[in-house]
């Protein structure tokens, strides 16, 4: 008798539910007569994201594809209401023209239960702002300049590595090579710390850093569309075996470098400077530093999450953009060839790869540019309404709390702005080429005043990572490799599922 009163109860509250969600929840498009993706009760348009069965910039590719006509159309992550942008125009208009109606993600950022989401990639409102004027002097050209003996060594110490595999023509797989050198990179120029992931692939080092990535896709959904409920439960973001780590790791290093007064050109320099003054030395020395904001010094644990986001975005995208860039190169083996004349042409001339010479290399930068717009990292770009508005042109009407997603892998991959989008090109970014497009058709970046405060230093590492190997091997695609490759779907940044095996040669 009870357990049939208990199931009655339980159909009547699922029927509310149901119903509430049905005419109430996925009623804000039609009200508003915008077009909108019909949804399903209770996840709305995200079911395959929170199944693991697509890949989240997948996923709103093929929405981009069937309804990009529309410019704009409505889409509903689980109880929130999502407006999808798929023009330019509007794009511009949302990242930086309209920048205080858009100015935040609103994913998930509750530092009390998550001390290293503190960062500048999840933070809010004048905090962000706050910190992101803070931050911008340390990714200038000449800081990054200062850092790039440490990018050089360690890909010299990448390309040793592989010798003794190019020697027998061994297969090997990159993406967890690549992997380990961007760890040792953004380890030694975020910490100071020579954390030898190249020798020692399995050290705690590597074990922590894949740990980041490697959650399963309801925690990325609940963290994008319903940070709430993470709120509530305080579930991290962070696994907390990560946080401990590197909050005991940062620490460690500040406090033994200001002990024994050490200075060193890398990101915990200036990230010190920050906490004892509040700003960071000009690269300048006759220029004067507005010293207003010693008010404002980082706290360890700000620090910290600065350091911490540096090194998850720095060695995991700069990995995966490396596996597509060297995925493509040993497909096609003329563009390949190309590259490989470039570098040789370029260290004949200048001897030592330095920061110029690198930076010089036009076609290297372009092949960089194609595997970006054909591989993004951050696949979709993220925005929440903050003050309401009407989008123009298109009179829709904007609430304040509206979710708003920008399908990057969608407009990268769109025929009517790149011609056969499937074919790796790096002729596209001729500067004739580039002319002709919208520049918000291409934003591996993203725009705007919340653009990859890191690009610079992304460019350069990937370019130093590619500039050591090309130069002395020679790479083919290896049987063992999917074409075309799939994509992780438990991971928000554009990844490859498989292991990307080439064959490696001695020139």
């Known amino acids: 008798m009870v357990l049939a009163v208990l199931i009655e109860a339980l159909i009547v ?36 994201l929170v199944t693991g069965k697509t890949q989240v910039g997948v996923l709103y590719q093929n929405a981009y594809m069937k309804y990009k006509h529309h410019r704009a159309f409505g889409m509903y992550s689980f109880y929130k209401p999502n407006l999808v942008i798929a023009d330019p125009d509007l794009i511009r208009t949302v990242l930086t023209k309209e920048f205080n109606s858009f100015h935040d993600r609103g994913m998930f950022c509750n530092e009390e239960i998550d001390p290293l989401i503190g960062n500048l990639f999840f933070m809010a409102g004048k905090r962000w702002r706050n910190m992101r004027a803070k931050m911008t002097p340390t990714f200038t050209s000449g800081k990054i ?16 590595h592989l010798e003794s595999k190019a020697q027998i023509k061994e297969s090997i797989e990159v993406k967890d090579t690549f992997a380990r050198y961007t760890t040792d990179v953004i380890m030694s120029a975020a910490f100071g710390i020579k954390s030898n992931c190249i020798e020692e692939p399995n050290n705690e080092y590597r074990i922590q850093g894949d740990k980041i990535f490697n959650m399963n896709s309801i925690t990325i959904a609940m963290a994008m569309y319903a940070p709430q409920i993470m709120k509530f439960f305080s579930i991290p973001f962070t696994t907390p075996s990560v946080t401990k780590f590197y909050i005991n790791m940062f620490k460690e290093t500040v406090e033994y470098r200001q002990t024994n007064n050490i200075v060193r050109h890398d990101f915990v320099n200036l990230l010190i400077q920050l906490m004892e003054r509040g700003y ?11 010293k207003s904001s010693t008010i404002n010094k980082l706290t360890m644990t700000e620090a910290t999450a600065q350091s911490y986001v540096f090194f998850a975005a720095g060695f995991e995208t700069s990995a995966t953009t490396m596996t597509f860039a060297m995925y493509e190169l040993s497909q096609h083996q003329d563009i390949q060839d190309k590259l490989r004349k470039e570098i040789d042409e370029m260290l004949e001339k200048h001897g030592d790869p330095t920061y110029d010479v690198v930076n010089n290399m036009s076609y290297l930068h372009k092949v960089i540019s194609e595997t970006l717009r054909k591989y993004p990292p951050l696949p979709i770009l993220q925005r929440i309404c903050t003050k309401e508005i009407v989008l123009p042109t298109m009179n829709i009407h904007v609430p304040k709390g509206t979710l708003i997603t920008i399908p990057v892998l969608g407009l990268h991959r769109d025929p009517s702005i790149y011609l056969n989008p499937d074919k790796f090109d790096p002729e596209r970014f001729n500067a004739d080429e580039v002319k002709k497009r919208h520049s918000y058709a291409y934003m591996p970046f993203g725009e705007g005043p919340r653009n990859c ?44 599922k498989s292991g990307v095996h080439l064959i490696i040669e001695r020139r």
Request: net charge positive; proline share 6%; aromatic share 14%.
């Open 13 to 48: 509250i699922l029927s509310v539910v149901y119903i509430y969600y049905k005419y109430v929840i996925f009623n804000f498009w039609r009200k508003r007569n915008v077009f909108y993706v019909e949804p399903v009760v209770p996840t709305g348009n995200v079911t395959p």
């Open 453 to 496: 405060i890191g690009l610079r230093f992304g460019y350069l590492q990937t370019k130093v990572g590619l500039v050591s190997l090309l130069s002395k091997y020679k790479f083919k695609l290896h049987s063992r490799t999917p074409v075309p490759l799939t994509y992780s779907e438990g991971s928000a940044i554009l990844s490859a």
């Open 280 to 290: 960071v030395d000009p690269e300048d020395d006759n220029k004067t530093t507005n």
């Open 145 to 160: 300049k200062q850092m790039f003996f440490i990018l050089k060594e360690c890909g010299e110490k990448l390309a040793k």
